[in-house]
């Protein structure tokens, strides 16, 4: 914080605006932070050297062209252009003068194209991070080439016939050109994960050598603009000749990825992990399948870290959504600033396709809806309806998305389901109606397996460490032969957990997880699957359910299927072991299958009045629980007659006026509408509710179905739950003292009279909500824990558990089984769910790898790898749904379980099969 806070002070030498991590001046300030210096040197003093070395290397870097004849950036020897049989790929550059512009091929065809010349009509450019205008010939020249079949050794010569009017590159080549973008876990330098010295010890074999990779800005250089822009080739005056030009992997990985004078990464180390793995792994595949294995892959990285989704959106497309998140990234007033200086130069460069891998600085924004227009469900799909518009690509180019990983909530944890489920413009999968010719790769599955365990350094004074031989004595070792094969070959590297050869190399944590390999690998999987036809499009999709709950007999079942189109040909869904044993859990939720039920309410005794019999049947509790609780009372209760029937005041509560029908997040729920803005029209007693209900002198006809009071009600009252409850993602509370010092026992918490309780509500959803300075007074509390309990960590001292809310713990994880052959048709695309904790109760919602908030978001939920204790890495891929022959993890989904048994997803995601 200091370093950014420093660097933001030098906004007029260099408007860095996050300090460039990836530069060598920043890994020089990271050794010297580790070092013993750090305790001679003030935290403002290292900021203020590294700050103003980060400024001098950047200068000398990248010194200004002269005013000469040139090609744009993406331009150099051992050029990628896009195959085609039709579309001629485009080059352009920068001319000093309006004289006629030709452009000669040479190679497997040669032949000669006229360029059209036309004045630059905005001349500024965009220094990294500067406003600094780029010196360059006010005329832009553009070429369109003959189209080619893949490969070739082609050179390029540009001439006006002056004599600064020649340019040339050579060893150019026609493949399949991939533009990667996103923010920083695609920016991620090979160099930081684990499958680095294995994919160099690789291509010594003569693996992909027709892999080329080219890197344009990085976690620090942005090229930020308000208009479209042209880019100059900084590689015809650069000081070195690693930036800005194309790079044969064959050669770039054969460099030693860390300069030990400089602190300099080379090419292939500081090249995206994501996008290179996808390169290397879509020739894997080609090879695997027997088609276009020798076509030449070409990969552009055009990613900034810490930058949200409308930095790359142009500012006519941020106008199709509501609720942008404007602020709050890397790019100051993210307005398009990324798209017209990192995008737009591409515009014309065609490609194959697009991979993105982005959104952990959108998660505490509205993940939205496509279909209402909404959010980052609305957002993406717009984002790249606009790049299929102004890129030189086919109609039909492939749009790849990797979804977020464990680890990448920012602290927004309860949005992180939401954000996956809008990575897919909200249909649950890829492709799809809004995004067709998309493709996508879940990787909630595959956060750092470490992260629980900080950098996981080689430390023997630790007895939990477990990143050397011999490892702590409490480190819990694994058995590999376990592991789900997808991921078995990663074990080794895990287990040595020293990317580059560097124990505990990492940047910034659990945030970048290091297994980027695999991510890779599924990218390229689900790209082959639409490109030939091979290989399984995504792993298992929810289709329905199917729910058989007997109350007379207290039993059970359900069948969940999915869908078998989008698998490959002969493969099926498999269930590996999950542990569903809460009580081993560091936390109450996982990525696992959760399960939300209610118990089934008693039947009143006869002669009871109304509200008597709404409290037996687990319906209301005076004060604070209410009629609102179960469908059963239309989850709003209106005073009956006393001498009514159970039937007769239920038939009540369903016919009074404020009786509405409306959607809340994931499920349809009946409630009293009305009620959300409700206020007494006389005051309340003294030290009382005015929200009583089911009372002939309540002051209330109703209470919305998301407050309670945490040990304020006796059973079965706490375990009864309604569809808002299970619909909330998010919980608050505030104290029971009302927050006024000296008091106890005060609105909204006196009609219980449980001193030190907790008034529980939902933030998300409908319901009560205290009044503000309520609210405050809970936010304070809450933090106030997590001090606590930060501080307990650092001393070692015991952590002081924060009170739970029942009404959280509603959820409960259920083994998933596969089916034998007879119990269902299609038992290779279905799997069923274990319901023996869930004897008389009723089953209202399901969800898989859909957490409510940070500590549901992992497949590793044990205590060992994920609690107090941290004895145990996080094993990969470790979720309980998975195709059988692809590895691919299930999509997630959040459904609703209606009343004839079957589930029913939020549009326009469709499960109800």
């Not at 300099?264 to 792994?281: R, W």
């Not at 007659?641 to 729920?669: D, E, I, M, R, Y």
């Not at 001393?795 to 809310?805: F, K």
């Not at 029942?806 to 269902?824: C, F, K, N």
Request: aromatic share 8%; glycine share 8%.
């Amino acid at each position: 914080a200091t370093l950014v806070v420093c660097c933001r002070y030098q906004k007029t030498l260099l408007q860095l605006v996050y300090l460039s991590l990836i530069s060598a001046a920043a890994r020089s300030c990271v050794d010297l932070t580790s070092r013993s210096t750090m305790t001679a040197l003030s935290l403002n003093q290292i900021a203020l050297v590294c700050c103003f070395s980060a400024y001098l290397i950047v200068a000398k870097a990248t010194p200004l062209p002269p005013n000469v004849l040139m090609f744009s950036a993406g331009f150099s020897d051992f050029s990628v252009l896009q195959r085609s049989k039709t579309l001629g790929a485009k080059l352009y550059g920068f001319a000093p003068t309006s004289k006629p512009v030709v452009v000669q091929v040479s190679g497997a065809a040669t032949y000669t194209v006229p360029a059209t010349v036309k004045p630059f009509v905005d001349p500024q450019e965009y220094h990294p991070d500067t406003s600094q205008e780029i010196p360059h010939g006010n005329y832009t020249w553009e070429a369109t080439l003959h189209p080619a079949a893949a490969g070739g050794d082609y050179t390029v010569v540009v001439t006006d016939g002056s004599s600064n009017g020649t340019a040339k590159i050579s060893h150019v080549t026609y493949g399949d050109v991939w533009f990667c973008s996103g923010q920083s876990n695609m920016a991620l330098e090979t160099f930081y994960t684990f499958s680095s010295d294995d994919l160099k010890k690789e291509v010594k074999t003569g693996k992909y050598k027709n892999l080329r990779h080219f890197m344009y800005g990085s976690m620090g250089l942005h090229y930020e603009a308000t208009t479209a822009q042209w880019v100059t080739a900084y590689n015809s005056v650069a000081s070195d000749n690693d930036t800005f030009v194309w790079h044969e992997l064959s050669t770039s990985a054969l460099k030693p990825s860390l300069n030990t004078t400089t602190n300099n990464h080379s090419p292939f180390a500081q090249f995206s992990a994501t996008c290179m793995y996808f390169g290397v792994e879509l020739i894997a595949e080609r090879t695997r399948i027997g088609q276009d294995a020798d076509v030449p892959i070409g990969l552009i990285q055009s990613a900034i870290g810490g930058s949200q989704i409308e930095s790359w959106m142009d500012n006519e497309t941020l106008t199709l959504c509501a609720n942008e998140s404007l602020h709050g990234g890397a790019i100051p007033d993210d307005s398009g600033r990324l798209y017209y200086g990192m995008v737009a130069p591409f515009a014309n460069y065609s490609v194959a396709g697009w991979v993105w891998y982005q959104g952990e600085n959108n998660v505490y924004g509205d993940m939205g809806n496509s279909i209402n227009a909404v959010g980052y469900g609305c957002e993406l799909p717009a984002m790249v309806d606009n790049w299929r518009r102004v890129w030189r690509a086919a109609p039909t180019s492939l749009f790849g998305v990797a979804t977020l990983a464990a680890g990448g909530s920012e602290g927004n944890g309860h949005h992180m389901a939401g954000m996956r489920w809008s990575q897919t413009a909200n249909y649950g999968v890829l492709p799809n109606n809004r995004m067709p010719h998309s493709f996508l790769a879940q990787v909630y599955d595959l956060g750092d397996p470490w992260a629980y365990l900080g950098d996981g350094k080689d430390n023997t004074s630790d007895p939990n460490h477990c990143a050397s031989v011999p490892a702590g004595a409490n480190c819990t070792m694994w058995n590999p032969s376990a592991w789900s094969p997808g991921v078995r070959q990663y074990a080794p590297q895990i287990r040595l957990n020293a990317p580059s050869g560097i124990p505990g190399n990492n940047f910034m944590g659990g945030i970048h997880p290091r297994l980027k390999r695999p991510v890779g690998a599924r990218l390229a999987a689900a790209a082959v699957a639409l490109l030939h036809g091979k290989g399984p499009v995504s792993g298992p999709t929810v289709t329905g359910c199917s729910y058989n709950g007997d109350a007379a007999v207290g039993t059970s079942s359900m069948v969940i299927t999915f869908n078998k189109t989008l698998l490959a040909d002969g493969d099926s869904v498999m269930v590996q072991q999950f542990n569903t044993n809460m009580t081993q859990w560091s936390g109450t939720d996982s990525s696992g299958l959760m399960v939300c039920a209610e118990f089934n309410a008693p039947t009143p005794p006869a002669g009871m009045a109304c509200e008597a019999k709404c409290a037996a049947a687990g319906h209301c509790c005076t004060g604070l629980n209410s009629c609102n609780q179960m469908p059963s009372c239309a989850q709003g209760c209106a005073i009956a007659n006393v001498t009514a029937s159970l039937k007769a005041c239920q038939a009540t509560c369903q016919q009074v006026p404020h009786h509405c029908s409306f959607n809340v997040g994931n499920l349809s729920l009946q409630t009293c509408a009305a009620c959300c803005q409700w206020t007494p029209s006389w005051p309340a007693p003294p030290g009382q509710s005015p929200f009583k209900s089911c009372s002939p002198d309540g002051y209330g006809e109703c209470l919305e179905g998301c407050a309670y009071a945490h040990g304020a009600a006796p059973a079965p009252l706490f375990p009864t739950i309604n569809a808002t409850t299970c619909a909330c993602q998010s919980w608050g509370s505030v104290p029971c003292d009302g927050g006024v010092k000296g008091q106890t026992n005060q609105w909204p918490c006196d009609p219980v009279h449980i001193p030190g309780s907790e008034f529980w509500y939902c933030e998300d959803g409908p319901g009560w909500k205290p009044p503000l300075p309520l609210r405050a007074r809970g936010q304070q509390i809450a933090r106030q824990r997590a001090r606590a309990r930060a501080t307990a960590r650092q001393q070692g001292l015991a952590v002081p558990r924060t009170p739970r809310n029942p009404y959280e713990t509603i959820w409960t994880a259920a083994p998933l089984v596969a089916l034998a052959p007879s119990d269902s048709g299609n038992e290779d695309v279905a799997v069923g769910v274990d319901l023996s904790l869930f004897v008389n109760r009723t089953v209202r919602a399901v969800r898989y790898a859909w957490p409510l908030g940070d500590d549901g978001d992992t497949c590793c939920p044990d205590a060992a790898a994920s609690g107090d204790l941290k004895t145990s890495a996080c094993i990969p891929a470790a979720c309980p749904l998975l195709s059988r022959n692809g590895q691919l993890p299930a999509n997630p989904f959040f459904a609703r379980v209606t009343d004839v048994g079957k589930c029913a997803c939020e549009p326009p995601q469709v499960c109800d099969a």
